[in-house]
């Protein structure tokens, strides 16, 4: 039983389409978070939301948005897509923040995305 | 800018040898420390956390932390071919950074 899932898996998409990806965890945990990898593999926190509040909320384009509608679920929506936009993204999940599970992070299969 | 170091590698190691990474960070108020372990192609995966000073065993796997020195190692013993795969080293205080990873090679 898939505990974190994403989809899609791949996205192909043109400059400055919109685009969504889904997250949804089974886990009970709190905390969800995005993360982009790119071609280098550095994977970088995007965004992090605990119980469907933006927690962290690092420095990053605004045309990415993310939304909670419940603790299970976070989607983002990337809006006018770019070039450098092309990468992978991980939904990740983890406890509450403050116990000690905190950070303890299970990551889902990613989403390959492509600009072109 | 807080920071995670680790070597890129790639680490070359004997199957059955002991493989050692190893890990600085620059924030010495960090509280915890993960080690996830990346197979290419697929999403980091979760395999040892230290809190405390010292070291901490997990089946092949024992993590050392040194805060004072501000270094985190992850030793493998009797290592394996499937434990091929870049190896991130993750730090936190009020969030999580990681470092961008030492890919490890074992050698059959």
């Known amino acids: 039983d898939t505990a974190v899932s994403q989809t899609p898996k791949y996205l192909v998409t043109q400059m400055g389409n919109d685009k969504s990806i889904k997250c949804e965890q089974n886990l009970g945990h709190d905390t969800m978070y995005w993360y982009k990898q790119d071609s280098k593999k550095f994977l970088k926190i995007m965004f992090s939301?605990?119980?469907?509040?933006?927690?962290i909320n690092e420095t990053v384009p605004n045309r990415f948005s993310p939304k909670s509608p419940d603790k299970a679920h976070l989607n983002l929506h990337i809006n006018s897509l770019e070039l450098g936009d092309s990468a992978v993204y991980f939904c990740a999940s983890s406890q509450d923040l403050g116990t000690s599970g905190a950070y303890e992070q299970y990551f889902g299969p990613g989403t390959r995305l492509t600009v072109t | 800018q807080k920071e995670v170091e680790q070597n890129s590698g790639p680490l070359s190691v004997p199957e059955g040898a002991i493989a050692s990474l190893n890990c600085t960070y620059s924030?010495?108020?960090?509280?915890?420390f993960f080690w996830y372990r990346q197979y290419s192609g697929k999403s980091p995966e979760l395999i040892m956390f230290i809190y405390s000073n010292g070291d901490k065993e997990d089946g092949r796997f024992t993590a050392q932390l040194n805060k004072a020195s501000q270094y985190v190692s992850l030793l493998i013993r009797d290592s394996q071919p499937s434990d091929s795969a870049t190896y991130l080293c993750a730090v936190t205080d009020d969030k999580i950074i990681f470092g961008k990873g030492t890919r490890l090679h074992i050698l059959p």
């Open positions: 924030d010495r108020g960090s509280q915890s």
């Open positions: 939301y605990n119980n469907k509040e933006l927690i």
